[in-house]
């Protein structure tokens, strides 16, 4: 009898501190830092790359925000793009040659970005800012087992960019985004090669105006 109290006391007191668990309100989540970092896949429209494979620069980067308000950010980009042209060409008494042209350009952008909420977990962003671009190219020469390579040299410019973007929350702290972004920025080869010139290479401009429409899709994560 006395082994049935006990077992009866047990039960209900664990039937007790059960359902005191259960009415005890939810723990709040701890807020989320004003430090977001993101990463994003991107390809970079520019007239002056018309003439390459894919008529302009495929690349990716990262981003960082850090909220400022609600509505407003601070934020850093860097990324890296690189477009490239190949060609067969025949000059007369020596053969055939095969060029092969890489560009490299590698923006360093700061800017402020504002959001705009749409309901629920989409918000249109937008903003603008300055960058440093960076910028190196390559020439490469094959004709039979000979293979030679030239370091073409070009000017690093500073630029101003714009972008328009939409943003949707998948998690509390995970977003995927997809943006356009606008880039003024020109630049100018230092040393043309006197070997280009001689076998008719006039792809490569004096002057190169790399601004252009990006178009770019990543992901953001918030700490």
Do not use: C
Not at 13 to 37: H, I, K, N, V, Y
Not at 65 to 74: E, M, T
Not at 172 to 191: I, M, Q
Request: no cysteine; aromatic share 12%; charged share 20%.
């Amino acid at each position: 009898m006395k082994k049935l109290v006990f077992l009866s006391a047990v039960l209900f007191a664990a039937a007790a501190a059960t359902q005191a668990e259960d009415s005890a309100p939810a723990a709040e989540p701890a807020p989320l830092s004003r430090f977001s970092l993101g990463a994003h896949l991107a390809y970079w429209h520019v007239e002056d790359l018309d003439e390459f494979d894919i008529n302009g620069a495929l690349g990716g980067g990262v981003v960082g925000q850090f909220q400022l308000h609600d509505r407003l950010a601070l934020e850093l980009r860097l990324a890296g793009f690189a477009a490239g042209d190949s060609e067969d060409i025949h000059v007369e008494g020596e053969g055939w040659y095969e060029y092969e042209t890489t560009i490299v350009a590698m923006p360093m952008e700061i800017g402020l970005v504002g959001f705009l909420p749409l309901g629920g977990s989409v918000r249109l962003y937008g903003g603008g800012g300055a960058g440093f671009y960076l910028f190196d190219s390559q020439f490469r020469v094959e004709q039979g087992p000979q293979e030679t390579t030239y370091d073409i040299e070009i000017d690093d410019e500073g630029g101003l960019y714009a972008l328009l973007g939409l943003q949707v929350r998948l998690a509390r702290n995970v977003a995927l985004f997809a943006e356009g972004k606008y880039t003024w920025v020109e630049t100018s080869v230092e040393s043309p090669i006197a070997f280009m010139e001689r076998i008719g290479l006039t792809d490569i401009r004096r002057d190169l105006d790399f601004s252009g429409l990006a178009i770019e899709a990543g992901m953001l994560f918030t700490f």
